[in-house]
């Protein structure tokens, strides 16, 4: 059983840029959740997505958008990139979220310059 | 403001030793506990904990939750040095699948 997919592994991306980070998570999971993890702020909740809905969100600023299409795999996107946001980008699936597990992927490296 | 506290942040012992690892919650609409292992990147999922004194036990590791007290604590017996990682604590909602992490506790066993 394939684990959660995260793409790409590495990125590094210049301020003012975009990025668009993917997750593919365990067949038959539905929900997908993101987060941000960085040194000095932990493992920070970003957003989760069921069934291509957003059921809750973190307090991110709104250049931090995601969206879940109908096979459940999920895209997290970041405009006008700020050096701040170099972080590993960690995706988590889980059944339906809340009274089951989440897995978590490998997560994206971003580093901004 | 909801948060989850986890103690000590780093912590050095020795190979068979036994560690036990805190988390501390403030969390409207708690749900349940979880406990991660991240070692490299993808934390691994240890334990959820849904009700108050019941001990959940993984071979070396085990973990209970105080929903009177809001904490839960992991221990770790017998440690060995695949134990060092960060030992991440989160608290789940019960209102949706958000969730709220602590700074985690690095662990590192001597050998």
């Known amino acids: 059983k394939a684990g959660v997919t995260q793409t790409p592994r590495y990125l590094i991306k210049t301020r003012g840029q975009q990025v668009t980070l993917s997750c593919s998570p365990i067949s038959g999971h539905r929900s997908v959740s993101w987060y941000q993890q960085t040194p000095g702020q932990g493992l920070q909740f970003l957003f989760e997505y069921f069934s291509e809905t957003q059921r809750n969100k973190g307090n991110f600023p709104g250049r931090f958008s995601g969206r879940q299409f109908s096979n459940s795999r999920s895209e997290m996107n970041v405009s006008t990139l700020e050096l701040g946001d170099s972080a590993l980008y960690l995706c988590a699936s889980s059944l339906a979220g809340r009274d089951y597990g989440y897995t978590f992927g490998s997560g994206t490296r971003l580093t901004v310059v | 403001e909801d948060k989850v506290v986890q103690s000590p942040l780093s912590l050095v012992v020795h190979e068979g030793d036994t560690v036990t690892l805190n988390c501390s919650y403030e969390v409207t609409n708690f749900r349940s506990l979880l406990w991660y292992k991240q070692e490299k990147k993808a934390p691994t999922f240890l334990f959820m904990l849904?009700?108050?004194?019941i001990e959940k036990k993984s071979g070396r590791l085990s973990s209970i939750l105080d929903k009177k007290e809001l904490f839960s604590i992991l221990n770790i017996t017998a440690t060995q040095t695949g134990d060092s990682a960060i030992y991440l604590c989160a608290a789940v909602y019960s209102s949706a699948s958000k969730i709220i992490f602590g700074s985690g506790t690095r662990l590192s066993i001597r050998p």
């Open positions: 849904t009700s108050s004194g």
